[in-house]
């Protein structure tokens, strides 16, 4: 007999199975032409003294993306910082304790605006170059931090996703150079420039930019 | 004192909150130039009378991709289906027996190649136009299905995403309708081809499309 052909296996009932839920937040900043990402170590819980993305339990009353937010928050003490899924990893033997699955978030920060310190039960908080992570990671946060980073190379392919990589105003070489660090290329001025044109995003804001030679063109990207 | 400052609350301990996994997979077909998506009504669960896309509970001992695979084939009968994380939803009264969290999928399969059959426990199954969903849909399945259709026309504007959608071999007017009838606007044929050769993704087979005027070229997918 087919395995699933009985469906009573599939109904959602008051003692079907239950695991725990929990948010990872990948938190990449760009610093001096290199993209880098946020890793901590916490002094409590599962696994001490690996390197981990900020992260933790949802609680019966939050949505997971109540429990991103709190436990960004609570981790590094960041406020409003947008954040979108990536995807969610649940893999059986992915925790040590008990089942847990858990859904990956990203954002992209600038990191001076947001200055490290230690929070309560983190003993160390580090950004650290995405070709440079430590080789003591814990869980499955290695794959998070890889898969995040080819989530944001595709939408950098595909639309103009830089959150808070780039200041408000900037001009096109600085947009190129976001871009050739990201994705890990060298890129042709003219074609790159016409892509973005193409994508029709950025907006002219008329002023130059000051204090550089040649004074480029200060850009924005067009409000959707 | 900062409501979070605490972060006992955010381990995973033995007693952390658990609750129910669900995946949702929705199917999109494409047949007479239009984007139908497949909907079931079933004979037992928690909403009966009510249509929704094929999706159940994640047991113990399978990842929720597991889960979408059973609970698909379960429901419809269809075995070996591409289906793609779109993304999970977590509200917290979006199911009334218990809390539940839901993994959604989609697929796009080429209905001819799926007849539909009644499954135990199924009492309807359609395939219903995008533009005619009923009105008596379950749980928060039609933002599933909006949010999924999203991430289609978003794929298909920035890859070429077509699924079992067109033949292996296909011409570019073919490939252009398709296009038009998911994104639901007019393409002028030289752009869209300047386009579709920029992407760099077809692969002429140097063969015409046999019985049809013209004899315009096939073209393929690149394998990747």
Redesign the interface.
């Known amino acids: 007999m087919d395995r ?11 003692d ?7 948010a990872d937040i990948t938190v990449f900043g760009y610093v001096d032409n290199k993209l880098k990402v946020l890793l901590l170590k ?1 002094t ?3 696994i001490k003294d690996h390197w981990m993305v900020p992260g ?10 109540d ?1 991103a937010s ?2 960004l ?3 590094t003490g960041f406020q409003n910082i947008h954040f979108e ?1 990536v ?2 990893y ?3 033997d992915r ?1 040590p ?5 858990t ?1 990956c978030y990203y954002a992209l920060i600038k990191p001076e605006n947001h200055p490290l310190t230690l ?3 983190v003993q160390s908080i580090e950004w650290f170059d995405m070709d440079k992570l430590p080789d003591n990671m814990g869980f499955d946060h290695r794959k998070l931090i890889q898969d995040a980073y080819a989530f944001v190379q ?1 939408n950098l ?3 103009l996703v830089v959150g808070e990589l780039l200041p408000k105003q900037f001009t096109l070489p600085e947009l190129q150079n976001l871009y050739e660090h990201i994705l890990n290329i060298k890129l042709d001025k003219r074609n790159f420039r016409k892509k973005m044109f193409q994508m029709d995003i950025l907006k002219s804001t008329g002023e130059k930019k000051a204090g550089v030679k040649g004074g480029p063109l200060l850009y924005e990207v067009k409000q959707l």
Not at 16 to 22: L, M
Not at 56 to 65: H, K, L, R
Not at 97 to 101: A, E, G, W, Y
């Open positions: 699933y052909e009985n469906l009573e296996n599939i109904q959602v009932r008051p079907s199975f239950e695991c725990s839920i929990t916490k409590v819980g599962d933790g339990v949802m609680e019966a009353e939050e949505t997971i993306e429990c709190k436990v928050h609570a981790l899924q995807r969610t649940s893999s059986i925790h304790l008990k089942r847990v699955i859904v929070r309560s039960n595709n392919r595909d639309r």
